[in-house]
């Protein structure tokens, strides 16, 4: 009796105790694919250390310093507006022609993008230069990385993922600092050139765009397609035709009718069938399931409280000590961001999939939105100091290293949320599709949170209101997180259980 019963429950137990195996990353394509990420934040935020002198520069706060936030903030809203707008179309473009086209077309974008930003010598003109209509690449490369990966190696793909972010978060900043106005900085080698004189900041905005151009380079030469079959642009102009879209449907009917090898169709057309949806991209109306809406819904609450923080951030480094601010010039702001990139980039690598395996994907991203408090409430702290002891004081080194370590933590939720839209995919042919729909909704909260952020951060410090203390706008963002929560309670809680089982 002993012996049949070890013999019944021995085999269950190696089952039970087995380790789901990970497959490995493919690495040469998902270098690729960093590379090609890296184009984004580089390009972004590169002009975060210099844009509120350049909004000094061009006049157009008439030396109102109170307004420099506001005009900060609507120039990086502007950015995101027209990215909203496009991007969907991108992303479902990428579904029937490719990644690769799509990419391409989204790099060629941003390099145009920043050339003319540097040469641009009004802040309309800056403006306008600094346009995301051409870039639909946020939500494509994600869909690349889900393609390119399985469910036990996707998690470790979005730990790798930040190395792109941090490194452009690092880099950027630097370059803006350093290489703003360089015929002031460096007076010994760029001293004698006129043209760096009239367009100060062209120098360190044509860095990002050349590297953008290398990336096309990149994708053109490198990077292997992830679509299976993508049409060309040709067959798919004119499958928009009702002609085209007929002739297509009796061709497809027609095979769809050829007999099996056992002599019959019904057996055919069920395969036919099912091969056919599971690599066909659906209407987007099929899309919009509760999975899809509520994984969206959490990734625009997301980044709405990220770039609102990111954005008062650097206006609040710039800012005058006694109207609320640090008063620091843009290499040292570049020098801060910069490091919080580096340290970024480290922690995401070492620690989130870690983490995310231990504690599930819904855990992990609750803690890391909750963080955000804490980091909004140093920012008074740090001001206090600074009156009290002066900008350069230790405290106030201090303090702004806390603040930096604690942000650090909010982005374990990009990794997070990023699974959550993987998951809630109907199939990998409309990957794209999905990506794309859930990004115009953070594209559109990014849209809001930069103009709202700094306009309230300008209004809070503005003498005549003083909105409680200078504190009206941390009140805020603290309200923002809370909401923040609350969204993230709606998401599917099954990743938690099957890590916990």
């Known amino acids: ?65 109170t307004r420099v936030g506001h005009y900060v903030g609507l120039m990086y809203s502007i950015f995101f507006a027209t990215q909203a707008l496009t991007v969907l179309h991108w992303s479902r473009l990428s579904d029937h022609l490719g990644r690769r086209p799509i990419i391409m077309t989204g790099l060629f974008g941003l390099s145009l993008s920043m050339y003319s930003f540097g040469l641009s010598k009004t802040y309309w003109g800056a403006v306008m230069s600094l346009n ?86 990149v994708t053109l030469f490198f990077l292997k397609e992830t679509v299976t079959s993508p049409l060309s642009i040709r067959r798919f102009l004119a499958m928009r035709t009702g002609k085209a ?45 509760s999975k899809v809406v509520i994984s969206a819904l959490n990734y625009a609450s997301l980044a709405l409280t990220d770039i609102a923080i990111r954005s008062v951030q650097p206006v609040f480094y710039a800012t005058p000590v006694e109207l609320g601010g640090l008063g620091l010039p843009p290499w040292k702001i570049g020098r801060i961001l910069s490091v919080y990139g580096v340290l970024n980039g480290l922690v995401q690598i070492l620690a989130f999939a870690r983490i995310h395996n231990r504690f599930g ?29 002066g900008s350069d004081s230790t405290s106030v080194l201090v303090a702004v290293g806390i603040q930096i370590v604690l942000s650090i933590f909010i ?39 930069p103009a709202s952020a700094n306009s309230l951060f300008s209004l809070s410090i503005d003498p005549k209101h003083h909105y409680l203390d200078g504190n009206l706008v941390y009140v805020a963002l603290g309200a923002l997180v809370c909401l923040g929560l609350v969204c993230a309670d709606y998401l599917p809680k099954t990743d938690e259980d099957d890590n916990e089982s």
């Not at 690449?137 to 979005?158: F, R």
């Not at 839209?421 to 949170?449: D, E, Y």
């Open 411 to 449: 982005n374990f939720a990009y990794g997070c949320i990023f699974i959550f839209i993987t998951a809630s995919a109907p199939n990998k042919a409309s990957l794209g599709t999905v990506n794309g729909f859930c990004q115009v909704g953070v594209s559109l909260m990014r849209t809001v949170g």
């Open 1 to 65: 009796m002993t012996a049949t019963t070890h013999d019944e429950e021995t085999p269950l137990l190696p089952q039970q105790q087995r380790k789901k195996k990970i497959t490995p990353l493919p690495w040469g394509q998902f270098s690729i694919l960093l590379i090609l990420q890296l184009a984004e934040p580089l390009t972004s935020q590169v002009i975060s250390p210099f844009a509120p002198q350049l909004v000094r520069d061009v006049g157009i706060t008439h030396g109102d310093e």
């Open 245 to 289: 879209n007929l002739t297509l449907q009796n061709v497809s009917s027609s095979q769809d009718n050829r007999v099996g090898p056992a002599g019959t169709t019904e057996e055919v057309d069920k395969t036919n069938d099912s091969v056919a949806a599971a690599n066909k991209p659906l209407p987007l109306k099929d899309l919009l399931n």
């Open 132 to 217: 995301g209509a051409l870039n639909g690449n946020i939500g494509v490369l994600k869909s690349m990385v889900a393609e390119i990966t399985d469910s036990s190696n996707l998690p470790q793909a979005y730990a790798y993922l930040p190395i792109s972010w941090s490194t452009g978060q690092a880099l950027g900043p630097a370059i803006g600092g350093y290489f703003s106005k360089p015929t002031e900085q460096f007076p010994d080698i760029f001293g004698g050139i006129e043209f760096l004189k009239d367009y100060p900041y062209f120098l360190a905005c044509a860095i990002p765009a050349t590297f953008s151009l290398v990336a096309l380079l």
């Open 361 to 389: 994907s819904r855990r992990v991203y609750l803690w890391s939105i909750a963080t955000s408090l804490p980091v909004i409430a140093v920012f008074p702290i740090i001001n206090m100091l600074a009156k009290a002891e």
